[in-house]
């Protein structure tokens, strides 16, 4: 069965960091472009990183602001996204997304793949 599983979520205090692991199993990382998205409590989706295996992350810079880091290892299965100095305003469910383009791997793009969600939270 194909899944995508995040874990690393919490209970975190403003300015504190966290690492998000998002493993998948069942299907070819490589063929994937791996999202992170996330949820923010009353709010709708909001795109966070994109992660291709070949060229460096892309970011919603508006909302990343140089805090987030988005990394994968196509050989243990796993995209991680690194948040620091985690403010309030991070709280949310966090998810990561996998993403097959136009090509080799599938006749049509789209999104294949969505973890449970990871909840973020971050309060004093």
């Known amino acids: 069965e194909a899944q995508l599983v995040e874990s690393g979520g919490g209970l975190v205090q403003p300015g504190e960091s966290l690492r998000l692991p998002c493993v998948a199993s069942?299907?070819?990382?490589?063929?994937?472009?791996m999202h992170w998205v996330r949820q923010a409590p009353g709010k709708g989706l909001e795109w966070v990183s994109q992660?291709?295996?070949?060229?460096?992350?892309?970011y919603n810079v508006d909302l990343v602001k140089g805090r987030f880091t988005g990394s994968r290892d196509n050989a243990k299965n796993t995209v991680h996204l690194q948040i620091n100095n985690l403010k309030p305003e991070d709280t949310a469910m966090y998810y990561c997304?996998?993403?097959?383009?136009?090509?080799?791997?599938?006749?049509?793009?789209?999104?294949?793949?969505w973890g449970q969600g990871i909840q973020v939270t971050v309060s004093s």
């Open positions: 997304a996998a993403y097959v383009p136009l090509g080799p791997c599938a006749p049509s793009s789209r999104f294949d793949y």
């Open positions: 069942g299907f070819p990382l490589s063929c994937y472009v």
């Open positions: 992660i291709k295996h070949d060229t460096s992350p892309s």
